[in-house]
């Protein structure tokens, strides 16, 4: 059986691919799926993939993918593809690479940075190793490891 | 090379050319800030010194650097007496002092607060401690006094001693003598010692492992210098334990007798019990002449962010 056939396909929206099997719970976590979420979504897990080996899917309708979201994303399921679907074609065909800045989208896990403090600032972390990810916060110059951070 | 308008917010944003270029012009300081000619280098221009924490050495070497070139300096220490006591915000307080001023130098107990006051300020500002996290003036005058003491800082043997995890001096020192090629050995109690990423930063950036030990009498035997910070004792849960390894990590004459007869003993003060105070009265000890170059680097930075100095 083709796998498209288990989820019929969205008519418009945004499928994640190739994210690396286990992780497509965490990527819905990032966009937000407990807290209100209004789009239809699906999550397929464990499919099989000739690139690399077993991959999870999402699927949501209706939803454009923001860039801290990509950029989010990036953290936990790098080199998935993001695809862009419009009357059920594949519109827009993007890769999701972690960018070398991260701002705005992650918080600092020190108590002492002062991003937590009462102040007008944005986070910023620069990515100074990809595999294994880790960021040092531009402000507080801590470095931190995924774990820390999602 | 021009640090005209540049911050000084950590060591990491100096290249060892920008470090060189302070030295250099530190070294034209010195007869100016040991009070033997004077200069108007700064005459008309203001230092802010916004001490949202207590500081002798750092707030006091700034003043006299500024008041040495001629310039003069305003600013607080401690709170109680501004508006952030009513809840103001640093932003604010920063782009309301920089109206004031011409140069900022901020000492902050939140990590960062340097960075964000640079952010918020059109004016350089100079970071004169941020929390746990950098203090890159201070930095710069370590490395100067080795420098001063020994003629040069490659192939040295430096020992770092105390508590290597917590001193934000002990974390930026290690890394900016990582960059000039010294030999480092650290020496810390169980659970002080020097955090893993800066570790291997050190490795990472300068392919330098250096050697950690718990052990004082090997880690001073070889050293040319040893650099010592004191245990923070409010960092323990456990005072009697504290106490017990304060005892232990202590420099004592006895201790010194194996050590080269060049040994200089640096310390970036206030010291409370890590060092005897038999040992002040010996030639190794060299951290009160430390202290004084604080100002011929700090008016170095200062004139040099200016475009006082070129």
Request: aromatic share 4%; net charge positive; charged share 30%.
């Amino acid at each position: 059986m083709k796998e498209e056939l288990r989820v019929r396909k969205i008519k418009d929206g945004t499928v994640i691919d190739h994210i690396k099997a286990g992780k497509g719970i965490k990527v819905l976590n990032i966009l937000g799926v407990e807290n209100g979420f209004a789009n239809v979504t699906a999550l397929l897990m464990n499919v099989t993939s000739k690139r690399v080996g077993k991959k999870d899917i999402v699927k949501i309708e209706n939803k454009a993918l923001r860039k801290e979201e990509v950029d989010k994303i990036a953290l936990i399921a790098p080199n998935a593809t993001w695809n862009v679907i419009k009357d059920f074609k594949v519109t827009e065909k993007n890769r999701i690479e972690l960018p070398d800045k991260l701002e705005g989208i992650l918080k600092c896990p020190n108590p002492k940075c002062v991003t937590n403090m009462n102040e007008p600032v944005r986070s910023k972390f620069k990515v100074e190793e990809k595999e294994p990810v880790k960021l040092r916060c531009m402000y507080c110059e801590r470095l931190f490891g995924l774990k820390d951070m999602l | 090379m021009d640090l005209r308008g540049k911050d000084i917010i950590s060591i990491r944003d100096l290249s060892r050319e920008e470090i060189e270029l302070i030295h250099k012009k530190a070294e034209e300081m010195e007869p100016f800030a040991r009070g033997g000619k004077t200069c108007k280098l700064m005459e008309g221009k203001i230092l802010g010194t916004l001490f949202f924490e207590p500081s002798t050495r750092t707030r006091l070497s700034f003043t006299s650097a500024m008041q040495r070139m001629g310039g003069s300096v305003m600013g607080f220490e401690g709170v109680d007496v501004t508006s952030v006591s009513k809840g103001e915000s640093l932003t604010d307080t920063i782009k309301t002092v920089e109206r004031y001023c011409d140069i900022i130098t901020i000492r902050h107990p939140m990590e960062g607060a340097a960075r964000l006051a640079a952010e918020a300020s059109t004016k350089p500002v100079i970071n004169g401690g941020d929390g746990a996290n950098q203090h890159p003036t201070q930095t710069l005058l370590d490395l100067y006094t080795i420098k001063k003491m020994k003629g040069k800082i490659k192939s040295l043997n430096v020992t770092l001693l105390g508590d290597l995890k917590h001193a934000r001096t002990m974390r930026s020192l290690a890394t900016a003598l990582a960059m000039f090629d010294a030999n480092l050995t650290l020496v810390a109690p169980k659970g002080l010692e020097m955090s893993d990423d800066i570790l291997d930063e050190i490795k990472n950036k300068f392919n330098l492992k250096p050697k950690q030990t718990e052990d004082i009498d090997s880690g001073v035997k070889d050293a040319d210098v040893v650099y010592i910070c004191r245990i923070q004792k409010e960092r323990f849960e456990d005072k009697f334990e504290a106490e017990k390894i304060q005892k232990a990590f202590r420099i004592t004459p006895e201790v010194l007798k194996s050590c080269k007869e060049d040994l200089a003993i640096l310390h970036p003060l206030p010291k409370v019990t890590e060092i005897d105070p038999r040992v002040d009265e010996m030639k190794c000890a060299k951290y009160f002449d430390q202290t004084f170059y604080g100002v011929p680097i700090r008016m170095a930075i200062l004139g040099l962010v200016s475009g006082a100095i070129k």
